[in-house]
């Protein structure tokens, strides 16, 4: 059987998609669909039910996959450490959001970009979780960092960490609520207060008053700021209230410069998905990359 053929047959059974296995694989579509046909025609059974939106595998489609993926994955690890020596240095491709991105991985990821020999380059790009995940998906980045777990065979997500929320403001609006106001008169005791946040819709706040105060913040967004770190500036300089995650804000709340207005019982948690295209952990550099940032979240939480 021609090992192309399974390449193109594995690339579409986790791509879901002729489409999107034949930008994965660099090729046209018709070209991956004529393959198919051919190993379908060699099989003598058909592999995938064509519908609208993609292709979804038959039970021998799935059959065949379980098989021939691993030794296919096997192959693409031995030809990339036949390339991985010192002359040869490997480019890793790093998507996420910006703040956590930047605050956490990037330092983590830059202790590997060394000259010991197994060293990588290191690319970064910021984007939303569908975009950073649409991008993963289409070969532009090897890994990415998301606050959403992928669907589909296409994709392998593992939890690297969760990401605890604080409410937050300038010491002048803690002192305008006054003491015990939250335990007494919960959410009504920040009703007036102006908001700092990302977006109009307020997803940090309106996430941690659903989870905490279970119900909807009354007041609308004062500034609006598309970056969490400059979200985090506006606050120190009193622009008002807003929900950041702790990491961004310690080194603020040990000076002193913000402070804690709500510390509930279970603080809101948000978890973040080192995501990958399934197969490509047998490259030695993803590899080691994906190994070197689990090691590193298990210091962050």
Known sequence: MDLALLRTFVTVHRAGSFTRAAALLGLSQPAVTSQIRTLERQLGRPLFLRQARGVTPTTIGDELAHKAAPHLDALVEIAERGLDDESSLR???????????????????????????????????????EE????????????????????????????????????????????????????LKGALALENLPVVEVHESLPFVSRYWASVFDSRPAAS??????????????????????????????????????????????????TYFLAVRT???????????????????????
């Not at 500036?233 to 080194?251: D, F, H, N, Q, S």
């Not at 709340?253 to 948000?270: K, M, Q, Y």
């Open 91 to 129: 480019t890793l491709h790093l998507a996420g959001p910006p703040e956590f991105t930047a605050e956490r991985a990037l330092p983590a990821l830059t202790e590997l970009t060394g000259d010991d020999g197994q060293g990588f380059a290191l690319r970064a790009s910021f984007g939303t979780a």
């Open 132 to 183: 950073t995940l649409e991008g993963l998906a289409a070969g532009h980045h090897d890994l990415a960092l998301s606050t959403v777990r992928p669907r589909g065979a296409l994709l392998t997500a593992t939890p690297l960490c969760d990401e605890e929320h604080v409410l937050v403001a300038a010491p002048r609006w803690a002192e305008r609520i006054g003491p015990g106001a939250l335990r």
């Open 221 to 270: 967004g004062t500034v609006i700021v598309p970056d969490l770190r400059a979200v985090l500036a506006c606050a120190m300089a009193g622009a008002g209230l807003t929900v950041l995650p702790r990491y961004l804000c310690a080194p603020g709340l040990e000076r002193g410069e913000i402070v804690t207005l709500h510390d509930p019982a279970v603080p809101p948690l948000r």
């Open 279 to 301: 197969g490509t952990l047998a490259m030695p550099h993803i590899a080691r990359a994906h190994e070197w940032l689990q090691r590193a979240a298990a210091r962050w939480c």
